[in-house]
């Protein structure tokens, strides 16, 4: 029986899970920056997410069984791993002209960390870009009514510290594989190498030739269809359709 | 006590060496900062958006009607071979037009014979 | 100069004679950048003997008005106007007013602060 009472304990008991906070109002709401207050340093884990999850309603038996945990976790905010020695290893910073999007795609983006195993801290607002115009309303002269036009870009900078390098190139190309609408993105990586640089060599060469050729068939979002049979598969497929839209 | 010319010659290099500078003890003027500037040709010729497909060159292409009698529209009896979608900004500009004509406010007729403007009374017709 | 110019029209926005003309300098100083840069580079070097440095300087002197990068002017693409063209819009101050009212430029609005 899964969901036996014994089994539950034994795991709070082992291991101390850091506990996941819900968003304010109980509905999953993005964290909104107030106007004019200090934001401190993002936050990790306290004092209070080292405490085990004991459940109050333990005597009870659930009526039906529960969401799978990463399903339930998507209406919390996202889990975040901690960096053993703190040495950046990517810095992401994301731009866009509106709020929205771009606090959902943060989201996603620590998300991905979380799953991908990279210690990920952010989303820090750096400050705003104002670019303003001002513009003489009628097509010619009349300079002295003008109108005052701006375009304003939020910033966010999302930093993975004590990352692998090849992790983060894949969270990276995941990011950009599931592109949001209105945002830019870009990044620095940095990651240790051997002094004096490296030097091509034979062996080197043949590394590269082994690493490149492994991961040719994986290159491509779509694998070859060999037969009308698998294609019939694909185009019928509830995926397609579903992404092609309601018709 | 000061430092001979040959040491600071000497540390300069290494300098450059580390850094991957150009080694110029003695400042001559070698044009390098024209080698050095990046190349912004294709920056400035990408500066007019290119031609796109448009609804007007889709039904100038597709948008032909087959004169009857060929072998197409033998078996099948029609003479239409449009593929013509509605073209909204053309629409507007015809309605707009028709607009003025009805009004009488359309453009003039357009003259034959050129008018020429002669430096005293009266314009002279060519 | 009409050699340089394409015989099918390149540009989707706005088309006049001054237009094409601009647009035609543009390619034909992506052209000949390369050389024109290795020309100056020539007259520069105190090093190289003074007849090549004169001979790079004649020949620069002679290249085209069309390869000269000086003549390239930025223009709107909506009503090819040359003056208050911005850099961000490549449209003149009115064109960009209008886009601006109507809601096409992303992230443009009124300030008021």
Redesign the interface.
């Known amino acids: 029986m899964p969901f036996s009472l014994t089994r539950r304990a034994a795991l709070h008991e082992v291991s101390l899970v850091a506990r996941q906070r819900a968003y304010p109002d109980c509905s999953r709401q993005p964290m909104l920056a107030l106007a004019g207050s200090r934001r401190s340093k993002a936050s990790l884990s306290g004092e209070a997410d080292r405490k085990p999850n004991l459940s109050t309603q333990a005597t009870s038996e659930p009526e039906s069984p529960r969401h799978p945990r990463s399903v339930q976790a998507l209406h919390l905010k996202p889990l975040k791993r901690e960096a053993e020695h703190g040495i950046p290893s990517c810095d992401l910073q994301l731009r866009s002209?509106?709020l929205q999007p771009l606090d959902f795609f943060c989201d996603f983006a620590l998300r991905a960390a979380y799953y991908l195993g990279l210690p990920a801290y952010g989303p820090v607002p750096l400050p705003r870009i104002t670019?303003?115009?001002t513009?003489?309303?009628?097509?010619f002269i009349f300079k002295k009514s003008q109108?005052?036009?701006?375009?304003?870009?939020l910033r966010r900078l999302i930093q993975i510290k004590d990352g692998n390098p090849e992790t983060v190139q894949l969270w990276l190309a995941y990011l950009r594989k599931h592109q949001y609408y209105?945002i830019g993105m870009k990044a620095n990586m940095w990651e240790f190498s051997e002094l004096g640089g490296q030097s091509v060599t034979k062996q080197n060469t043949r590394q590269y030739e082994t690493d490149i050729n492994a991961a040719w068939p994986h290159l491509g979002q779509v694998k070859p269809l060999e037969s009308a049979l698998e294609a019939d598969k694909v185009l019928n497929h509830r995926l397609s359709s579903e992404a092609s839209g309601p018709r | 006590m000061s430092v001979p010319r040959s040491r600071m010659l000497d540390l300069m290099k290494a300098q450059c060496q580390v850094f991957a500078t150009t080694y110029n003890p003695d400042g001559l003027r070698l044009g390098n900062k024209v080698l050095r500037q990046r190349l912004r040709g294709p920056a400035l010729a990408s500066y007019y958006p290119r031609k796109v497909a448009t609804v007007k060159m889709m039904n100038q292409m597709f948008g032909m009607k087959v004169p009857k009698g060929t072998e197409e529209n033998e078996e099948t009896g029609s003479s239409d071979r449009s593929l013509a979608t509605w073209d909204d900004a053309e629409e507007d500009r015809t309605t707009y037009v028709e607009e003025l004509k009805a009004r009488g406010k359309g453009n003039p007729k357009k003259k034959k014979e050129a008018v020429v403007k002669t430096k005293g009374f009266g314009k002279k017709k060519k | 100069m009409s050699h340089w110019r394409k015989k099918t029209l390149d540009i989707g926005c706005f088309v006049g004679s001054r237009t094409v003309r601009d647009h035609t300098k543009r390619l034909v100083f992506e052209q000949h950048e390369a050389e024109r840069q290795a020309l100056r580079y020539v007259i520069r070097n105190t090093s190289l003997p003074a007849r090549a440095r004169a001979e790079a300087q004649l020949q620069l002197q002679q290249m085209s008005n069309y390869t000269r990068p000086t003549q390239i002017r930025n223009r709107c693409t909506i009503g090819g106007h040359t003056r208050g063209v911005f850099r961000d819009f490549k449209m003149s101050r009115f064109n960009f007013r209008m886009q601006a009212m109507a809601g096409v430029l992303p992230g443009v609005k009124r300030a008021s602060w």
């Open positions: 002209y509106s670019q303003r115009w513009v003489p309303r009628s097509h109108e005052n036009f701006e375009r304003i870009t209105g």
